[in-house]
């Protein structure tokens, strides 16, 4: 029997974290959970798809979804205009269960851009111009997949959920990174902000992983230095650490 392909690895660990991670329950101030693994499924697997039979070279890690990025499309960073017009992925997406109707599920009709994905995106479609260069020997993956709301609509970030309930999903999360590695053996490791270092960090070192870790500055408008050619920085950064 031969092995499994990178992308049938991924969607297997991805299919595992999407129904392990729909049974933790979360309370107030969390009003609202978005698990865009379910209704977003099918543009997921287009997106894990993308994946060489073999892995790649670089594997770069995020937070969780944001409201206007994989929230609406399934993909990590997912601005819809990058993954609609320039990775040519666009399927039909449900809604939750549970909605917000502050922060509505649009899918790929979605009118908002998420800034952090357009930023990311962005500096990939620059320097790479065709999405098979990027997928290649890049990936991008979020280290949890789950969305937090609060009633108002604000965004919740699984760092800021309570001991009780962070625990159980790190766990799960946890897990699901291993994997991911394995699947993708790659040889760089990047986190996207500190909150993916010091998860990688921590997985990493319960594994015989041997990749480097870098970091770069997170593309989130949220952060000041980020404001400021982001695009210039993260570039320094990745060719600082032999990425590129």
């Avoid at 620059?126 to 098979?132: A, K």
Wanted: net charge negative; proline share 7%.
């Amino acid at each position: 029997m031969n092995a499994k392909s990178a992308p049938k690895l991924l969607i297997d660990a991805a299919a595992s974290l999407r129904d392990e991670v729909d049974k933790l329950s979360f309370a107030s101030p969390v009003t609202h959970v978005y698990n865009p693994l379910q209704y977003a499924w099918n543009a997921h697997c287009d997106y894990l798809n993308r994946v060489p039979q073999k892995g790649v070279r670089v594997l770069m890690l995020g937070m969780n979804p944001g409201p206007w990025g994989m929230a609406q499309t399934g993909v990590p960073f997912g601005e819809v205009a990058a993954v609609r017009d320039w990775m040519g992925i666009h399927a039909d997406v449900q809604r939750p269960d549970q909605e917000n109707e502050k922060r509505p599920i649009e899918g790929f009709e979605c009118a908002r851009s998420e800034v952090s994905g357009r930023r990311l995106w962005g500096l990939f479609a620059e320097r790479f111009c065709d999405p098979s260069a990027f997928f290649a020997e890049h990936f991008v993956s979020n280290y949890c997949p789950l969305v937090f709301m609060e009633a108002s609509g604000k965004n919740r970030t699984p760092d800021k959920l309570p001991a009780q309930e962070r625990e159980p999903l790190n766990a799960l999360c946890d897990q699901h990174l291993a994997a991911v590695i394995d699947a993708l053996k790659p040889e760089h490791l990047v986190a996207v902000g500190t909150f993916a270092e010091s998860c990688l960090k921590r997985v990493t070192s319960q594994t015989d992983c041997d990749a480097q870790l870098s970091r770069v500055l997170h593309p989130s408008p949220a952060s000041p230095a980020a404001n400021k050619d982001w695009a210039g920085k993260a570039t320094e950064q990745l060719k600082a650490a032999g990425v590129w």
